[in-house]
């Protein structure tokens, strides 16, 4: 799978500027907060369809404002420096179930960040993410050679009846995974992400004294 030229570049530009655009709020709306959870660590994957679409984000970051800053007032001032540091904003309040919700959302070379305060409580809740983006050249899956085949079986074994001698699952060809359509990916329904044939657990091969009546009809060449 090789690498999208410049993607991983741009990707990790832009979460360092989401980063220090959340840092420079929650430093302003909520002084003193503790900011090492929103260290980068790698981007996820967001998009399981190939090929994969990678982000950061930050979840939920919790800071508190001062006792004397409203809710209201909060996320004005989280649209004014998004505003003024050239983010295209939009704010909302409105009541949930007796809470009085004040949003604003700021939106930047595909980025989001959503500041979010409610007027009973001081907590504020920061999120953010960058675009997903795909970071590797999408790529056909290569089925595996089998492990053995009737040439180099070991004597006294026989090629596994399960996989003819794959080793690997042959459903999902020893990735864990087949495509889905909805969801990218779903776990393989075979091997359920063992990865390896589930008969003779990846070895390719079966030892003739070790199997049972019912295996013994797969290979009528033993005989009785
Ligand atoms: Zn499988
Ligand atoms: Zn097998």
Do not use: K
Not at 107 to 121: F, K, L, S, T
Not at 171 to 177: E, F, M, N, Q, Y
């Amino acid at each position: 799978m090789g690498p999208v030229p410049g993607a991983r570049e741009e990707l990790d530009r832009l979460g360092h500027a989401l980063r220090a655009q959340l840092v420079d709020l929650i430093d302003d709306l909520a002084p003193g907060s503790d900011l090492s959870p929103l260290h980068l660590a790698e981007p996820e994957v967001f998009d399981w369809h190939d090929p994969l679409r990678y982000r950061y984000s930050v979840g939920c970051f919790t800071g508190m404002r001062p006792a004397n800053v409203t809710a209201a007032d909060a996320a004005s001032r989280a649209a004014a420096l998004l505003g003024s540091a050239g983010w295209a904003v939009a704010t909302s309040r409105e009541e949930v179930g007796g809470t009085v919700r004040t949003v604003a959302i700021g939106r930047r070379h595909g980025c989001g960040i959503e500041v979010r305060a409610v007027d009973h409580m001081t907590t504020l809740w920061f999120s953010g993410q960058t675009p997903a983006m795909a970071l590797y050249e999408p790529e056909e899956f290569q089925h595996p050679e089998p492990l053995l085949t009737p040439e180099t079986v070991t004597p006294g074994y026989v090629l596994c009846y399960e996989c003819d001698g794959l080793g690997w699952c042959h459903d999902c060809g020893g990735r864990g995974w087949r495509p889905d359509e909805a969801r990218g990916r779903v776990n393989c329904p075979a091997c359920h992400r063992r990865r390896v044939c589930v008969i003779c657990r990846g070895a390719a091969e079966l030892a003739v004294t070790d199997l049972s009546p019912y295996q013994r009809g797969y290979y009528p060449e033993l005989g009785r």
